[in-house]
């Protein structure tokens, strides 16, 4: 069974930085692996929908970033550890949301394709 757990979330003042994980463990149902997966971040904010944070690619090669978030957060991957990341700096009140780590059933991301796998989620407050 293929599991996802994110951690590194908590309370920020606007400006500041966190770092996310996911770490993920097992096979999914098809019998693939983290390392031929691409891999992302959705987030849901209070009342909100759920929206796409980030995407990357199964090498780590290539990358997909939601405008909200561009130039200020950054997606990387250690396939040998079989852990995401999520560099958030500048981090607003906005930002305030639970972040989840996501798998998909290809090597490559592709705009609006649904994920397959996902976290329990983590909490990130960002207070004014």
């Known amino acids: 069974q293929f599991q996802l757990v994110e951690s590194g979330g908590g309370l920020v003042q606007a400006g500041d930085s966190l770092r996310l994980s996911c770490a993920a463990s097992g096979r999914t149902a098809s019998g693939r692996t983290f390392s031929s997966n691409a891999m992302g971040w959705f987030r849901q904010a209070p009342g909100k929908e759920r929206e796409f944070v980030v995407a990357?690619?199964?090498?780590?090669?290539?990358?997909y970033y939601a405008d909200s978030v561009k130039g200020r957060f950054t997606i990387s991957r250690d396939n040998a550890k079989n852990t995401m990341f999520l560099q958030m700096n500048s981090l607003k009140p906005e930002d305030t949301a639970v972040y989840y780590c996501v798998s998909y059933s290809s090597a490559n991301y592709y705009v609006r394709q649904p994920a397959d796998y996902w976290g329990q989620g983590t909490q990130v407050t960002v207070s004014s």
């Open positions: 990357i690619s199964g090498s780590g090669r290539n990358t």
